[in-house]
């Protein structure tokens, strides 16, 4: 799958229709951002089954600080909804690879299970 641009009017409907989506959020005058693009495209052509999005942090500046962005590159993804990884920072190709691996084995039950009790302290 080709990656995408997601705005504030189409990430949540990105987010809620595709099983896991990764989402970068970059600016054109990043040094680290246009360094890790590459190794983003390279890993949104191998996995199809992965939704790859983009975020433009400076068309997006509401949408990047109502996902708390406040260095880019940011990587978030998100599986069945939930948020299950966020880190500032580009990641070498293997890393990337690794967290892909990773987020298709979480067992989403155990997730939520996680994710409703952290709710019930709260």
């Known amino acids: 799958m080709a990656t995408i641009d997601i705005t504030a009017g189409t990430f949540e409907d990105t987010i809620t229709t595709n099983d896991i989506v990764l989402v970068d959020f970059w600016a054109s005058w990043c040094g680290p951002c246009r360094q890790f693009g590459p190794v983003f495209e390279k890993a949104s052509a191998e996995h199809t089954d992965i939704t790859f999005a983009k975020v433009d942090t400076e068309a997006e500046q509401d949408l990047a600080a109502r996902a708390g962005i406040t260095s880019i590159p940011t990587l978030m993804v998100f599986r069945d ?16 690879e690794r967290l892909l691996e990773d987020v298709k084995r979480l067992d989403m039950d155990e997730v939520r299970a996680t994710v409703e009790e952290q709710a019930a302290e709260v």
């Open 81 to 96: 909804r939930i948020l299950v990884f966020a880190q500032p920072g580009a990641l070498p190709a293997a890393s990337l």
